[in-house]
């Protein structure tokens, strides 16, 4: 119980924020509270209000320590499905081999070929946007065409509640579609995917995240849930699409089509892919908002632990070659070939004239709706992490999950026509025709809905029309409805099992609640309509929500100026989101990261927890350590990759010392991948004998397994086979990253985010292996409410 | 006389050549009002004489003017002159009858003659054939300063000409309006007639009477409006009618379905709350197999952060 149980806590800002009954730190009772914790039967009123997790533990773990234990799921857990990537280069003597005989022309063409990847990465993430684009309005057009001609039917014969059916029904097919694909097909393919794409640059292999089967779901998926009325954006898949891309096209091959084009083989490894996958990230992020600089930032910001230059300029030419294909073909889509401007599959539209200057003056009202922005965010993500707590417990059947997905898309429908519906808000038809599907309903001849222009419309077009129709197209009621009702519908779709974005949804609600403020700050300052334009006020709005829900800080920044084609707003918006950034901090982390904690991901945050310095190697590593002899016999190697119980990845090879101790000193590191590809080979010593013309394992050997190693079930080794030995010597990486056991967390934590490593051994001082870190090791330790705290592991 | 002030102020306000004419139908009757008569009078007369458009010839007698005549061959010529005052007859006409067209907006089936006449002018004006005498006005009278005035009138006058888009409504030539205005002009009268009929009685009645011709007329008016052949006069017609339909005969639909609506919003609400609800309480907890992680087993974490406390 002790053990499991354990919880770290080891406070020194906790003080503040404890209250009154929390005990100082350092006095005498302190140590109750620790033999309490360890007892953990009396203590029940205390632990929990240490945490929600704890007395829910304790209440569920009467039972005997001894057998497995079961929880709920909750946010404090490291699962174990999750792996590392290999960044870290295992330079054995077959990589040597092959760089010595690789030509200094050789080298050129790789070069060149990575600036070749680079360019089709943009080049398809720009097609595949596009197709988005495109189907998505014919298919929304279709839709709203149809419900309007029978709304326009039926608001004069009478009826209209047939007309909410059918729009329900219609939107609730559509999401049935895409909820369907995503639930049983690919699951991975569900949410924006900005987590995981995160998750992956961060150094963490998401199963089945970068496969082919993602993207086609990807891209169907999010198709169908915007065509189907959902609150929700097709900005985020995009970033996911790209990396897909990138990493599909990187490697010269699809394994899912069975089909090698024998090209870019060098590229099959981990540290090459994800490089490329950061590339299809940032023509991911510069396809969506029309932002090349802030798709190469939003790349430098998620996945900022191995950066250089040269893979800057790269990534920053796969941007935009990525907006520029985009740019082209929606050109000819709507047949204005060659006229490049419509950059991004969302497009603000340009902010000129001179209302849309500010004034010195206005900085702290931009402030405060920072402000503004960082708390409706942080209510957002409250509720969002309840809501998806829930569904990870109790809405995990995929048949389940389509019905809340087709439920939410028909509620969505009903909410969206009652606002209509009872909506007195009308305003005259403009000579230019803004609105796409005006709905006159019970208005006046001549004049539509002001709320249907909201409603009744994608998500992005809402988003232009809220930024750019004239003042008092909106009037101040109309826009708190829909600010409350988009609020509540927008948090309760993410994270249903569809694939959709948040950026449009969290756009939306902050340009509603942006323009209210300018309409109402208009209307109490004498002068006010000079320089209170509501537009303004919109994307101020709309950036300070959206930094309050994502938190993200300069790549978001030069989007939005990238995405309003207007410099002069640098200013306010970096303000905005600071200060969202900041108040919302206090509260919660930001959405990606919350979901990412409640996928049990072991994410290496920026830097190790404050206040770990105390922490050395030696508790935080794993230990006894599974090691192998640098000639080790087949059998036991099989034995242990067999082991289900212990999934470990990587082995150190040892050279055993004195017959007494069973640790020897550490001579090498070699991963199951490369064990396997031995295995599958037969690389054994004793047919290497026999058989002296066989053939010379290659490193290429290994890239052709890449990236999926068969299971070790699926290798036959005879029983006579198990007693051969076999060398590890030539295929092991001859000098892995070793640490004393006296090393700090911090310390440890830096060379992990630094180097990318995924193993990381421990010795003593005689270089005898006394443990092994990996990132789970590590990511186990944050900085809850009450101090240091520890994750625990978990099969899920 | 009172119109010919507003004349002269309008003309003068145009000469000053800031305000742009668009706004100076409005300018002018805002003046009017608040201007005294009496200064309202001194203003044009001072304006009026100095202006080379009315007196012409007697312009460098006249004391306010401060310049003596240029020599002979700088001087605009006699038939320049001439062209040039004939322009501003026609302009004057010409902004007479927008003024007098402005509201309810007639501009484009009262005035496309007077327009005509002036764009005649203009025409002579700007083109470069040569006149008698072998002068051709064009650089003279448009491009000899920096403010090219008669240019800037001329097409302060055609801006709004061009937004009012009354070249839809007017056939080429400018000699007749469109068959398709014409149309729509009598439709409409049909409507108006029908809403004079009725509009003693009920309003109910006239709601269903007239309903047909104005659906007709809507029918036709969204016909046009496609075909792009709109002009200023029949959209401010259309939409005075639709107001007198919607909102002072009060025939758009009621909202009468308020029973329906509600009914099924509800039921469309409860369904999530049923949804969640059964899946709370017939769907198994997800729960997580915990694993228990290898250690060495000598110093656990608690054991030291007890010794490292104390």
């Not at chain 1, 509540?488 to 756009?507: E, K, N």
């Not at chain 2, 002269?8 to 800031?18: F, S, T, V």
């Not at chain 2, 007329?217 to 401010?236: Q, V």
């Amino acid at each position: 119980m002790a053990n499991i149980t354990k919880k770290v806590s080891w406070s020194s800002r906790g003080d503040e924020s404890g209250g009154g009954e929390r005990t100082p730190l350092l006095n005498g009772s302190e140590e109750v509270r620790y033999t309490r914790q360890l007892s953990g039967d009396g203590g029940m009123f205390h632990i929990g209000r240490l945490s929600t997790v704890d007395l829910e533990e304790d209440m569920t773990s009467d039972e005997d320590a001894g057998c497995p234990k079961e929880i709920p799921h909750n946010e404090k857990l490291l699962s174990l499905k999750y792996e590392s990537l290999d960044y870290d280069n295992s330079e054995n003597q077959l990589f040597l081999e092959e760089e010595r005989r690789m030509s200094f022309l050789g080298f050129k063409c790789l070069e060149i070929s990575r600036w070749v990847i680079c360019g089709l990465i943009g080049f398809l993430t720009g097609l595949i946007a596009c197709c988005i684009d495109i189907a998505v309005e014919n298919l929304a057009g279709v839709k709203y065409f149809v419900v309007k001609q029978n709304i326009e039917k039926f608001t004069e014969v009478g009826g209209l509640s047939i007309s909410l059916i059918l729009w329900a029904v219609l939107n609730a097919a559509f999401v049935m579609v895409g909820a369907v694909i995503v639930a049983f097909f690919e699951p991975g393919a569900a949410g924006s995917g900005i987590p995981q794409i995160k998750c992956y640059l961060n150094g963490v292999k998401i199963p089945r995240v970068v496969r082919l089967k993602t993207l086609v779901v990807k891209v169907c998926g999010v198709i169908c849930s915007v065509a189907g009325g959902l609150a929700v954006g097709k900005e985020g898949p995009m970033i996911h699409s790209g990396a897909v891309v990138a990493a599909g096209v990187s490697q010269g091959r699809s394994t899912s089509l069975k089909k090698d084009f024998k090209i870019f083989e060098y590229f099959r490894r981990d540290t090459e892919k994800r490089d490329f996958v950061s590339a299809g990230a940032a023509a991911g992020v510069s396809a969506a908002f029309g932002a090349p600089v802030g798709g190469v930032l939003f790349s430098l910001e998620e996945g900022a632990s191995f950066w250089n230059q040269m893979l800057t300029w790269r990534i920053f030419f796969a941007s935009m070659i990525s907006t520029f294909t985009l740019n082209f073909f929606l050109s000819i889509y709507n047949k204005k070939p060659g006229d490049l401007s419509s950059p991004g599959l969302i497009n603000f539209g340009r902010f000129e004239s001179d209302s849309v200057a500010y004034n010195l003056y206005e900085i702290p009202l931009f402030i405060v709706m920072g402000a503004a922005g960082g708390l409706l965010g942080a209510l957002f993500n409250i509720l969002n992490y309840w809501l998806t707590i829930f569904r990870i417990r109790y809405v995990h059947r995929p048949c389940l999950q389509v019905m809340e997905a087709m439920l939410v898309a028909a509620v969505t429908a009903t909410v969206s026509f009652a606002m209509i519906y009872f909506s007195n808000d009308c305003q005259p038809l403009g000579p230019d025709q803004s609105e796409d599907y005006p709905l006159q309903l019970f208005c006046a001849d001549g004049e539509y809905n002001s709320m249907a222009t909201a409603f009744f419309n994608t998500p992005e077009r809402s988003v232009r029309s809220l930024f750019h129709n004239p003042p008092g197209s909106y009037n101040p009621l109309t826009l708190s409805l829909f600010t409350l009702t988009y609020f509540f519908l927008a948090c309760w779709t993410y994270g249903l099992t569809v694939s959709a974005g948040v950026f449009i949804p969290s756009l939306l609600i902050g340009a509603a609640w942006g323009r209210l403020f300018g309409i109402l700050l208009a209307s109490i300052t004498p002068d006010g309509s000079i320089w209170a334009d509501p537009g303004k006020y919109a994307l101020i709005g709309a950036a300070a929500q959206l930094g309050g829900i994502v938190r993200m800080t300069l790549s978001l920044t030069v989007i939005m100026v990238e995405a309003t084609g207007n410099v002069t707003y640098g200013l306010p918006i970096m303000l905005v989101l600071l200060t969202a950034k900041i108040v919302g901090d206090y509260f919660v982390e930001g959405l990606y990261d919350i979901h990412i904690k409640l996928q049990s991901v072991p994410f290496l945050h920026l830097e190790a927890p404050a206040t770990s310095h105390w922490l050395t190697a030696r508790e935080v590593m794993s230990a006894p350590v599974t090691c192998f002899n640098r000639i080790e016999k087949v059998g036991t190697i099989v034995d242990v990759l067999s082991n289900t119980s212990t999934n470990h990845n990587g082995f150190p090879v040892v050279v055993p010392v004195a017959a007494s101790d069973d640790m020897g000193k550490v001579c090498g590191l070699i991963l199951r991948s490369q064990l396997i590809v031995l295995l599958k080979h037969k690389v054994f010593v004793e047919l290497a004998r026999s058989r002296l013309t066989q053939r010379k394992l290659q490193l290429k050997d290994f890239r052709d397994a890449y990236p999926r190693f068969p299971p070790i079930q699926s290798i036959h080794v005879s029983q006579d086979e198990r007693e051969c030995m076999m060398d590890l010597t030539e295929f092991m990486n001859p000098t892995p990253y070793t640490v004393p056991q006296e090393t700090s967390l911090p310390r440890v934590f830096k060379l992990f985010r630094a180097l990318g490593l995924r193993h990381l051994v421990v010795v003593d001082g005689e270089n005898r292996v006394v443990g092994l870190v990996t990132r789970k090791d590590l990511a186990r330790y944050h900085l809850g409410k009450h101090g240091l705290e520890e994750m625990q592991l978990a099969q899920t | 006389m009172y119109i010919f002030q507003v004349a002269a102020l309008l003309i003068a306000l145009l000469y000053y050549g800031n305000a742009q004419t668009f706004t100076v139908a409005v300018n002018s009757t805002i003046l009017g009002s608040e201007l005294s008569a009496d200064g309202l009078k001194q203003l044009a007369a001072a304006v009026a004489s100095q202006s080379p458009v009315f007196q012409p010839s007697r312009g460098s007698y006249f004391s306010l003017n401060l310049l003596s005549a240029f020599p002979e061959d700088l001087e605009v010529s006699d038939y320049c002159v001439e062209l040039l005052a004939i322009f501003g007859q026609r302009y004057s006409t010409y902004v007479n009858c927008l003024v007098s067209a402005a509201r309810p907006v007639k501009v484009c089936q009262n005035c496309y003659g007077t327009y005509d006449n002036l764009m005649e002018i203009y025409t002579n004006i700007s083109s470069d054939q040569m006149g008698p005498g072998n002068v051709s006005c064009r650089d003279s009278l448009l491009r000899s300063d920096r403010l090219m005035l008669v240019f800037l009138l001329y097409n302060n006058l055609k801006d709004i000409w061009t937004g009012s888009e009354c070249n839809s409504c007017v056939s080429l030539g400018l000699h007749s309006l469109t068959n398709d205005t014409l149309y729509f002009m009598a439709t409409l009268n049909q409507s108006l007639r029908c809403f004079e009929k009725f509009q003693q009685g009920n309003h109910s009645a006239l709601c269903k009477e007239c309903k047909t011709t104005y659906r007709g007329l809507n029918e036709l008016y969204s016909r046009m409006e496609k075909n792009r052949t709109l002009c200023i006069d029949i959209e401010d017609s259309m939409n005075m009618t639709r107001r007198l339909w919607s909102k002072n005969f009060n025939c758009s639909f009621p909202r009468a379905e308020n029973v329906p609506v509600i009914a099924v919003s509800s039921f469309m609400l409860f369904l999530p709350i049923i949804f969640y609800l059964s899946s709370f309480l017939h769907s198994e907890q997800k729960k997580r197999k915990l694993i228990q992680p290898k250690r060495a087993k000598s110093n656990t974490s608690l054991v030291n952060i007890q010794d490292r406390l104390s």
